[in-house]
């Protein structure tokens, strides 16, 4: 494979990171949007995301295999986040 396909597919990659972290990042009530730390774990966790995805996915099916019940409501609330709603701008 050319180098030039390989840096296409990571740059891919770090936009399609960087927009899953965003989302859950401005979701997340908890965190502050004005602090610098914050912003730079997730651009630092975007270009690091064959690692990071790999994980996030590994704890995430960790997670639904712990908490089947509540599946039903976590998928439809997941895509909201992710598929940025009007509702989720407003925010």
């Not at 396909?5 to 989302?23: H, N, W």
């Not at 960790?62 to 709603?85: D, G, N, Y």
């Given at each position: 494979?050319?180098p030039?396909?390989?840096?296409?597919?990571?740059?891919?990659?770090?936009?399609?990171?960087?927009?899953?972290?965003?989302?859950?990042?401005?979701?997340?009530?908890?965190t502050?949007?004005?602090n610098v730390?914050?912003?730079?774990l997730?651009?630092?966790v975007s270009?690091?995301?064959?690692i990071?995805?790999?994980?996030s996915?590994?704890?995430?099916?960790?997670w639904m295999?712990?908490?089947?019940?509540?599946?039903?409501?976590?998928?439809p609330?997941a895509?909201?986040?992710?598929?940025?709603t009007?509702?989720?701008?407003?925010?």
């Amino acid at each position: 494979m050319p180098p030039c396909q390989l840096v296409t597919i990571y740059l891919v990659g770090s936009l399609v990171s960087f927009c899953f972290y965003l989302a859950f990042f401005l979701y997340d009530t908890s965190t502050s949007k004005t602090n610098v730390t914050s912003w730079t774990l997730v651009l630092l966790v975007s270009m690091i995301w064959p690692i990071s995805m790999t994980s996030s996915f590994i704890h995430f099916i960790r997670w639904m295999q712990k908490t089947r019940s509540s599946i039903k409501i976590v998928i439809p609330k997941a895509w909201q986040i992710l598929s940025f709603t009007q509702s989720a701008r407003e925010r």
